[in-house]
């Protein structure tokens, strides 16, 4: 399975940024989906997965992140509406498919005071 990110950049607080991820390969039961984001000097955190119909985010994120899933496209969106500078990050894309563990090269966000 390859993962494949985009969407990352700069933007100033408040704005709103698009991720997506693009799944390709083995991708059969590919089920379980997300981002996770590391900052610099601090550990790598759980920021939305979606596994099925159901989605789970990181408190730091909620109500203000939406992850969905394009089937089709074999994608994951990660809409970030009302960025704070704290989310400032390098995101991963991130998929399961039992017992392996994907990651995708990451994309840097930054958002600017």
């Known amino acids: 399975v390859q993962l494949q990110a985009s969407g990352g950049g700069l933007v100033q607080a408040g704005g709103s940024l698009r991720l997506s991820c693009a799944a390709s390969?083995?991708?059969?039961?590919?089920?379980?989906m997300g981002w996770y984001r590391q900052a610099p000097e601090k550990q790598r955190e759980m920021v939305a997965r979606i596994f099925g119909g159901t989605t789970n985010y990181g408190n730091s994120v909620k109500g203000r992140f939406t992850i969905s899933r394009d089937n089709a496209k074999n994608t994951v969106h990660l809409q970030m509406n009302g960025l704070k500078p704290e989310d400032t990050a390098v995101y991963y894309c991130?998929?399961?498919?039992?017992?392996?563990?994907?990651w995708g090269q990451g994309t840097q966000v930054t958002v600017s005071s």
């Open positions: 390969g083995s991708i059969f039961n590919l089920n379980d």
């Open positions: 991130y998929a399961h498919q039992f017992p392996k563990e994907y």
